[in-house]
């Protein structure tokens, strides 16, 4: 059984800073890659950013880059989202997903992820 709990979330104002993390627990062995996600209201749940476990490598949607960024723990099976700049646009539940095969399609690409958290929000005011 895997599971990923968010925390983090909250109430910021416009400029404002937030870090979310997220904790994997269960069958941690197998990680290849772990991600954030975002979903606001009567939208599409969209991409936010990546980390490779192994390699550290990453990888940002456009709207949030040079603003955010994805870190790893691997000791303690964590991924952090560092966000700054926040805008109101911002404002969404933020969603950690992981994969534990290699990527056959996309990164940004939800149906990718094997493994999902509940979500927590992140509400941005003006």
């Known amino acids: 059984q895997v599971q990923l709990v968010e925390s983090g979330g909250g109430l910021v104002q416009a400029g404002g800073s937030l870090r979310l993390s997220c904790a994997a627990s269960?069958?941690?062995?197998?990680?290849?890659?772990m991600a954030w996600f975002r979903q606001a209201p009567g939208t599409e749940r969209e991409f936010v950013a990546v980390?490779?476990?192994?390699?550290?490598?990453?990888y940002y949607a456009d709207s949030v880059k040079g603003r955010f960024t994805i870190s790893r723990d691997n000791a303690k099976n964590t991924v952090f989202l560092q966000m700054s700049s926040l805008k109101p646009e911002d404002t969404a539940v933020y969603y950690c997903?992981?994969?534990?095969?290699?990527?056959?399609?996309?990164?940004?690409?939800?149906?990718?992820?094997?493994?999902w958290g509940q979500g927590t929000q992140v509400t941005v005011s003006s």
């Open positions: 269960g069958r941690t062995f197998n990680n290849y890659a």
């Open positions: 997903a992981r994969k534990v095969t290699p990527f056959s399609g996309a990164v940004f690409t939800s149906t990718e992820y094997e493994y």
């Open positions: 980390i490779r476990w192994k390699t550290g490598s990453t």
